[in-house]
T-cell receptor, first 117, second 111 residues
Framework: GAGVSQSPSNKVTEKGKDVELRCDPI?????LYWYRQSLGQGLEFLIY????????KSGLPSDRFSAERTGGSVSTLTIQRTQQEDSAVYLC???????????????FGPGTRLTVL | QKEVEQNSGPLSVPEGAIASLNCTYS??????FFWYRQYSGKSPELIMS????GDKEDGRFTAQLNKASQYVSLLIRDSQPSDSATYLC???????????FGTGTRLTIIP
């Protein structure tokens, strides 16, 4: 079946502009995650959605970052007033989350490469 | 702060040899562990998952978990140039599904 998809694949923006990044998880996956990966660095957790529960926003680096997930499927990560340090690859992942407390495999999308000039 | 630590490398291994990648974690409550492979410019893809102490084999890959010592390892037998990539170790956090990722080990297989 189809994997996790993300759009756009590349985004170049000017400092101070707002950007929206989109993630379509694998159909049937209830858990959705956003990560950020700077050049040569590991994965930095941003936010986690699980079903109808309140999202875990503990990884968001500032109040310029927000995310929503509509209808338990598609998610949008919004960065307001972008800064040069926001330049990174933003990765989305989804997992089945078959039961509370389980840790299923996370499947990653191809990412969105964000460049803030 | 719960951490997963890996040697960043680079680790160079001759083709055909065994590559050994190691990872330690600090959260004693972690139950599930994952090894992901990430080629340059690509997103991570799952290689192995392991949940129980001991070894788990899948083709040329063997994951090892020792919860008492809090380490996880990945062995790659008969290393191929196509195995050259960054390998990310991840462990879950007690009580939730979030994964903590290590910074990755860059592996280079030398033909």
């Amino acid at each position: 079946g189809a994997g996790v998809s993300q759009s756009p694949s590349n985004k170049v923006t000017e400092k101070g502009k707002d950007v929206e990044l989109r993630c379509d998880p694998i159909s049937g996956h209830t858990a959705l995650y956003w990560y950020r990966q700077s050049l040569g660095q590991g994965l930095e957790f941003l936010i986690y959605f699980q079903g109808n529960s309140a999202p875990d926003k503990s990884g968001l680096p500032s109040d310029r970052f927000s995310a929503e997930r509509t209808g338990g499927s598609v998610s949008t990560l919004t960065i307001q007033r972008t800064q040069q340090e926001d330049s990174a690859v933003y990765l989305c992942a989804s997992s089945l989350a078959r039961w509370v407390g389980s840790t299923d495999t996370q499947y990653f999308g191809p990412g969105t490469r964000l460049t803030v000039l | 702060q719960k951490e997963v630590e890996q040697n960043s490398g680079p680790l160079s291994v001759p083709e055909g040899a065994i590559a050994s990648l190691n990872c330690t974690y600090s959260d004693r409550g972690s139950q599930s562990f994952f090894w992901y492979r990430q080629y340059s410019g690509k997103s991570p893809e799952l290689i192995m998952s392991i949940y129980s102490n001991g070894d788990k084999e899948d083709g040329r890959f063997t994951a090892q978990l020792n919860k008492a010592s809090q380490y996880v390892s990945l062995l790659i037998r008969d290393s191929q140039p196509s195995d050259s990539a960054t390998y990310l170790c991840a462990g879950d956090q007690f009580g939730n599904e979030k994964l903590t990722f290590g910074t990755g080990t860059r592996l280079t297989i030398i033909p």
